[in-house]
């Protein structure tokens, strides 16, 4: 990879190559863009293939938080970062060098729990930092308010393509029951929803049939079913040529990241299919919703009157797409960067 090539390309400020000599511990931070605000982003520790596999996996995930907030109209900017490490090496002095870095940007980051950092974890980056938030006592973690978020992009995505104020009978295929695909079943259920459900774990969908009345189904079968919506809730990169010409459902509206395996191309088949895409950094914006109000000083009801932005961004996607022609990916990126050239030009004329 063409290191300055490629962060231009992909419009980031900033990439901080951390590495602590005695503990021979390697992090990167980067920093996609701050013209909304402070760039807030998730930590995620991964025993990554190669170096190259970690600076793509940054670049991309800090991108997608720019985006994320400038779609939540949130005022904070896109960053991320990944600690290159075996998790079962993981120590509490390396997550210690860890708040050391992220204290170094002086708020110019802000950070939070992801794949393999706990919450126990951020206490100990804590002790080095205050820029970090997502500490579980405070709000409870970000799963259920995500899972608010995905309910009401649904029902945004049921309004527009299938004309009905609610899901009341409507057939949804989730895939995946953890922490933010329960409450959603909960919450689809609860609605009247006909759900379908699968999980690696046979404990969970067993749970959920038992407290929903769920069907459950292989894994392999989830994208073939004959439902209205299908509700990618475990992995990224699942909406791809293998996947999509099974899929039978009109709507996909799910909290995954990086649903899309290619953005462009699968984006660009899902519509020639006729399926509604939700796209997922707008859908899924409950937890970065979540972390921002702790950040300000957690107020759940604030929390949740902000989620019902989500809603109403995806009907102005739809439509957007709609009349431009052009993929509800790319409508969403549009929106995005809109909001963000206008924080610039504001700036710009506060400084003249
Ligand atoms: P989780 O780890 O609690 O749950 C994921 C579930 O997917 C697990 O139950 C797992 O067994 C299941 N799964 C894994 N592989 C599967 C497969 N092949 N088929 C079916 N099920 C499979 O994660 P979560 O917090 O519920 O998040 C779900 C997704 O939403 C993730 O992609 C996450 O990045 C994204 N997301 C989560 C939040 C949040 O607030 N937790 C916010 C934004 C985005």
């Given at each position: 990879?063409?290191?300055?090539?490629?962060?231009?390309e992909?419009?980031?400020?900033?990439?901080?190559?951390?590495?602590?000599?005695?503990?021979d511990?390697?992090a990167?931070?980067?920093?996609?863009?701050?013209?909304?605000?402070?760039?807030?982003?998730?930590?995620?520790?991964?025993?990554?293939?190669?170096?190259q596999?970690?600076?793509?996996?940054?670049?991309?995930l800090?991108?997608?938080?720019?985006?994320?907030a400038?779609c939540?109209?949130i005022?904070v900017?896109?960053?991320?970062?990944?600690?290159?490490?075996?998790p079962?090496?993981?120590t509490?002095?390396?997550l210690?060098?860890y708040?050391r870095?992220v204290?170094?940007?002086?708020g110019r980051f802000?950070t939070g729990?992801d794949v393999?950092?706990?919450p126990?974890?951020?206490?100990?980056?804590r002790?080095?930092?205050?820029?970090?938030?997502?500490?579980e006592?405070?709000s409870?973690?970000p799963?259920p308010?995500?899972?608010?978020?995905?309910?009401?992009?649904?029902?945004?995505?049921?309004?527009?393509?299938?004309?009905?104020?609610?899901?009341a009978?409507?057939?949804?295929?989730?895939?995946?029951l953890?922490?933010?695909g329960k409450?959603?079943?909960k919450?689809?259920?609860?609605n009247?929803?006909?759900?379908f459900?699968?999980?690696?774990?046979?404990?969970?969908?067993?749970?959920?049939k038992?407290?929903?009345?769920?069907?459950?189904?292989?894994?392999?079968?989830?994208y073939?079913?004959?439902v209205?919506?299908?509700s990618p809730?475990a992995?990224?990169?699942?909406?791809?040529s293998?996947?999509?010409?099974?899929?039978?459902?009109?709507?996909?509206?799910?909290?995954?990241?990086?649903?899309?395996?290619?953005?462009?191309?699968?984006?660009k088949i899902?519509e020639?299919?006729?399926?509604?895409y939700?796209p997922?950094?707008?859908?899924n914006?409950?937890?970065l919703?979540?972390v921002?109000n702790?950040?300000?000083?957690?107020?759940?009801?604030?929390?949740?009157?902000?989620?019902?932005?989500?809603?109403?961004?995806?009907?102005?996607?739809?439509?957007?797409?709609?009349?431009q022609?052009?993929?509800t990916?790319?409508a969403?990126?549009?929106?995005?960067e809109?909001?963000?050239l206008?924080?610039?030009?504001?700036?710009?004329?506060?400084?003249?």
């Amino acid at each position: 990879m063409k290191l300055f090539e490629t962060v231009k390309e992909m419009g980031h400020e900033q990439v901080l190559f951390c590495h602590d000599k005695d503990l021979d511990f390697k992090a990167i931070i980067a920093l996609h863009d701050t013209s909304l605000g402070p760039a807030m982003g998730a930590t995620r520790l991964w025993s990554y293939a190669s170096e190259q596999d970690a600076l793509r996996d940054v670049l991309r995930l800090s991108r997608g938080m720019t985006y994320k907030a400038a779609c939540a109209n949130i005022p904070v900017g896109g960053g991320k970062a990944v600690i290159i490490a075996n998790p079962d090496n993981k120590t509490d002095e390396m997550l210690r060098a860890y708040g050391r870095f992220v204290n170094s940007l002086k708020g110019r980051f802000i950070t939070g729990q992801d794949v393999n950092i706990t919450p126990q974890d951020v206490s100990t980056i804590r002790q080095e930092t205050n820029y970090v938030v997502g500490v579980e006592e405070k709000s409870g973690g970000p799963a259920p308010i995500t899972a608010m978020g995905v309910f009401l992009g649904v029902k945004a995505a049921v309004e527009f393509r299938l004309n009905k104020t609610d899901v009341a009978g409507i057939k949804v295929a989730v895939q995946g029951l953890g922490n933010v695909g329960k409450n959603l079943c909960k919450h689809l259920h609860e609605n009247g929803a006909k759900l379908f459900v699968t999980d690696i774990s046979r404990e969970k969908t067993d749970e959920i049939k038992c407290l929903y009345g769920a069907t459950v189904v292989e894994p392999n079968e989830i994208y073939s079913l004959d439902v209205d919506i299908f509700s990618p809730c475990a992995l990224g990169g699942i909406l791809n040529s293998a996947t999509i010409p099974q899929i039978k459902a009109s709507i996909v509206a799910g909290a995954a990241n990086n649903q899309l395996e290619d953005e462009v191309l699968h984006g660009k088949i899902l519509e020639a299919k006729r399926i509604l895409y939700c796209p997922d950094y707008v859908i899924n914006a409950g937890g970065l919703i979540n972390v921002y109000n702790e950040m300000i000083g957690y107020d759940e009801e604030r929390a949740f009157q902000q989620l019902n932005n989500i809603h109403d961004t995806l009907l102005e996607i739809f439509s957007r797409a709609q009349k431009q022609e052009i993929t509800t990916h790319e409508a969403s990126k549009r929106l995005a960067e809109d909001r963000i050239l206008k924080a610039k030009h504001l700036k710009a004329m506060a400084l003249a």
